[in-house]
Structures are given as structure tokens and as C-alpha cells.
């Protein structure tokens, strides 16, 4: 049979992806024909001239070609080289092999330690999976918990498309749930239990709740209050959570500080609740996001559960290689008094002070515009300005125009979700200061002949 589209099934065409769609087709189009585009559309660091860190990608290095291990000693500070001796060993056949398929236990005992060392809680090597970025982890915890058409899954609005694609590829219901603009992005208890009531009148069957800490788009860092008031929301609705943490160490403000959903809920006590976390390689200051790098943790999950969701990862064999020795440097990274230590926060301290520059000079940028109005960019690693548009246009025109105009690539919001009535636009605040500065300027410009 020669397929055609009709042959297709309904998931599938209806799953979008905002963050790689119509908007940077036309992008790369442009630039083939030798336009110059500033990419604002995707957090991919490394695309934006961010540099690796050294220590990693030294220790990946040797794990790929051990031969250098002995021979490479003017190369490689010992410590990378006892490192990867160690990795090696505990991956028994090298980077070659597949690994369990939850990952390999070295690896995983190396992230139970970095949590309880993160959290003051108790972690168990057992209940973490390597996976693919986080997104694989992300997309494990959804197939698991939607087991029919009338499944819900509550994501806020706006949101990272991931959740919304994923939900619609295995025909699940999805639950937005408003985040407060007017509130810096936070969680507000009225309106969890507004979209929570809303979707049980419908007859949807609520059974989780994703929450993005820090947030994408929005920025937004959520403090302890905001985590526990949502954890009793779980708990009083019965869902399970999906706390997607993978920008935990992007966190910018002075007194604000990354708190897990994992330490909160062991704190309170919380036992009836089911948690997933989700942390990778891709963002903090590694950005590796194609090393493809990262991890799932699971709480207050039964046995015959977990035996589920570890066959479903047996199906694809085990997670990469290369990203579960990424996922390793990322939770074990040089300690003090280690040759490779002062370098590693040399090069961890400049990346996480551009971002936190860069962070304040868009938002503020941004804010100086007339008809844009951007909150502040507390974390991760996008601002989401809401922009005033002229009647009938809409964001994903606004997009658009702004590129051909511009060469600036940034994703509407309607890719992400917002409240009806409004517009907004994604940008990353990866750009290399000096373009940052072009794209403010070049913004202004564009919103002043655009209103
Ligand atoms: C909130 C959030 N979660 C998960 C991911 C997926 O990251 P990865 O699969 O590269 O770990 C991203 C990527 O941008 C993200 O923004």
C-alpha cells in the first residue's frame, strides 16, 4: 500500500507543536534565501552560542573512546578520567550496549543521592527511569495515566506544547487551567477549582495535574506555598502530579530559590498523592539538549505500577547512552577540592549570570515598548509579553509579519494557550547579549508601525 494522508489517524493530524511549526518553516526558508534570523523560538542553548561545559563533555570524551583513559593524562584532569572509569565500570559494557531499561543503577544511585542531598529527603534508585530528556519521561507518565477518551489531564494555560500534543496523541481530554498574568504566572486556587468543576461537568474523569516550575512560558517560580496549596488541590481531587522541574537551576531573582514538589510532599507527610518529577540535561546551565539527557522520578506509586511503566520503557530498550552519562555528570558534577572543580564553576556561574542578565534586559526592553507589557522573567528561559494588536489581527499573523520584517523567529502564543481576547508571544532570552539588544530595538520599531 502507498500511504496517504487519509490513512493517517485522527490523533495524529490533530497533534500540534507551536515551537517548530509554521512560523520557523518560514524562518529557515528565509534564511536559505540569505536573510539573517535571530531563532527567539526554542530553548536549544547550544544553537544560541551557548558553549558546553568542559567537565562534561571530557568525561563524555573518554566514555565514548576509553583507549584515551591511560593515554590521554596531559588531556584530561584525573578526575575526569577517574570519572569516567567509574561510569564505565558501572555501565559493565560501555556506551555501546543497551543498559536496563530503567537506566543504569550507577547512574540512577547517582540521582537518588543528588536528591537527597537537593531535598533532605529520602530517594530510592528504584523509583527514578533514565530517559530520553525529560519529554520521554513526560509522555511515560501521560500513556500511563490516560487509559481512555474520557481521561482528563490538567496543564496550565499557557503551557509548554509538549503536554497539549501528548494528551491529544493518546486521545486524552485536556484540562487548561489559567495561570494568573496578573500575578506574576502564579497558581490561583480559584481558578484550579474553576477548570477542575468545569471538565467534571463534561463527564471528563480528571487524573492529574502537570505544573511547570519553573515555568514555560511564562517564567514564573513557584514558592513553597504555591507547591503545598497544590498539593492538597491534588489531594483533595484525587490527581496524580506531573511536576516538570527541568529549570530548576534557571531561577533569577535575588530570594528566590527552586523547591521541589518531591521535598514539599514529604515534608507535609503527603503519602496519597502520585508524583512524577521530571529534571534533564537540556536547560540549567548544561543545555544539552542533544545529548538528550534526563530523568523521571516516581513517589507514592504502587508496585504493580511501577512494573507498567518500567515494561513500557522496555519497549524502546533503554534510554540513550550517551544522555544517561550526561544525566550522571548533571547530579554528580565536580565538588570542591576536585582538579576539575574551579573550572566547572567558572563556566556555571558566567552561563547562569548571562541568562540572569539577559533575563532582566528583555523583560525590561520589552516593557519600555508601548503596547507591550511583559512580566518579569524570574525563570527559566522565556519571556512571555502580552502585546496589544491591532482589531482582526491575530498573534500567529503578528509572528509572522515580525519575521519578515525583522528576521526575528518568536512562537504566538496561541501555541501555548492564553486567556480568549488576549495575545502574547514566546521569545527565549538564549540570544548572545548583543542580539538581545537588536531584537528589543528591532521589536519597538516593528510594534510602532504594526499598531
Ligand atoms: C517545560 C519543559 N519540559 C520539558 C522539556 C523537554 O526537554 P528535554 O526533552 O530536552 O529534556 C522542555 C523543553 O523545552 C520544557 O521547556
Redesign the pocket.
Known amino acids: 500500500m502507498a500511504i496517504q494522508l487519509q490513512d493517517i489517524g485522527k490523533a495524529v493530524l490533530e497533534t500540534e507543536y507551536a515551537v517548530r511549526g509554521r512560523i520557523v518553516a518560514r524562518a529557515q526558508e528565509l534564511e536559505r534565501q540569505g536573510r539573517e534570523i535571530i531563532y527567539c523560538n526554542i530553548?536549544n542553548p547550544q544553537a544560541l552560542e551557548q558553549r558546553p561545559l568542559t567537565y562534561l563533555r571530557q568525561v563524555l570524551a573518554l566514555c565514548q573512546y576509553p583507549d584515551l583513559i591511560d593515554r590521554g593524562a596531559d588531556l584530561f584532569p584525573p578526575d575526569v578520567r577517574e570519572t569516567a572509569r567509574r561510569v564505565l565500570e558501572g555501565t559493565r559494557y560501555g556506551l555501546g550496549a543497551y543498559s536496563d531499561s530503567t537506566g543504569v543503577r550507577f547512574v540512577r544511585e547517582a540521582v537518588a543521592a543528588f536528591i537527597r542531598e537537593r531535598d533532605g529527603i529520602e530517594a530510592d534508585a528504584d523509583a527514578i527511569y533514565l530517559t530520553d530528556?525529560?519529554?520521554?519521561g513526560?509522555q511515560a507518565a501521560l500513556r500511563i495515566l490516560i487509559s481512555g477518551p474520557h481521561d482528563g489531564i490538567m496543564i496550565p494555560i499557557p503551557q509548554?506544547p509538549?503536554y497539549s500534543a501528548t494528551i491529544t496523541l493518546y486521545e486524552g481530554k485536556q484540562v487548561g487551567y489559567y495561570l494568573d498574568e496578573g500575578h506574576a504566572w502564579k497558581l490561583s486556587l480559584s481558578m484550579l477549582e474553576e477548570s477542575l468543576q468545569e471538565a467534571r461537568r463534561y463527564g471528563v474523569r480528571v487524573k492529574a495535574i502537570c505544573v511547570?516550575n519553573p515555568g514555560?512560558p511564562t517564567g514564573s517560580v513557584l514558592d513553597r506555598d504555591n507547591i503545598r496549596m497544590l498539593i492538597q488541590f491534588a489531594k483533595s481531587h484525587d490527581l496524580a502530579i506531573l511536576a516538570?522541574e527541568?529549570?530548576q537551576e534557571n531561577i533569577y531573582l535575588k530570594g528566590d530559590r527552586f523547591v521541589s514538589f518531591a521535598k514539599v510532599m514529604v515534608e507535609s507527610g503527603e503519602a496519597g498523592v502520585s508524583l512524577f518529577s521530571?529534571h534533564?540535561?537540556?536547560?540549567g546551565y548544561l543545555g544539552e539538549?542533544g545529548q538528550?539527557g534526563?530523568y523521571m522520578e516516581v513517589r507514592n506509586i504502587p508496585p504493580d505500577v511501577v512494573a507498567q511503566i518500567t515494561k513500557l520503557q522496555s519497549v524502546s530498550l533503554c534510554a540513550n547512552l550517551t544522555g544517561q552519562v550526561a544525566t550522571y555528570c548533571m547530579v554528580r558534577p565536580p565538588r570542591p577540592g576536585e582538579p576539575s572543580y574551579a573550572r566547572f564553576v567558572e563556566e556555571r556561574d558566567r552561563i547562569l549570570g548571562e541568562l540572569r542578565a539577559r533575563a532582566a534586559l528583555l523583560a525590561e526592553g520589552l516593557n519600555r515598548v508601548p503596547g507591550i507589557q511583559c512580566n518579569v522573567v524570574a525563570g527559566a528561559m522565556y519571556a512571555f509579553p502580552r502585546i496589544a494588536l491591532p482589531a482582526g489581527r491575530s498573534d500567529e499573523q503578528y509572528c509572522l509579519d515580525l519575521l519578515e520584517q525583522t528576521g526575528i523567529c518568536v512562537v504566538p502564543g496561541s501555541g501555548f494557550g492564553q486567556i480568549p481576547g488576549t495575545a502574547h508571544f514566546r521569545t527565549t532570552i538564549l540570544p548572545p547579549t548583543r542580539q538581545i539588544e537588536a531584537v528589543v530595538e528591532r521589536l519597538a520599531a516593528f510594534h510602532a508601525s504594526y499598531r
Open positions: 530553548g530528556g525529560a519529554s520521554k513526560v509548554y509538549l511547570l514555560n516538570d527541568v529549570y521530571f534533564s540535561c537540556s536547560k539538549c538528550r534526563g
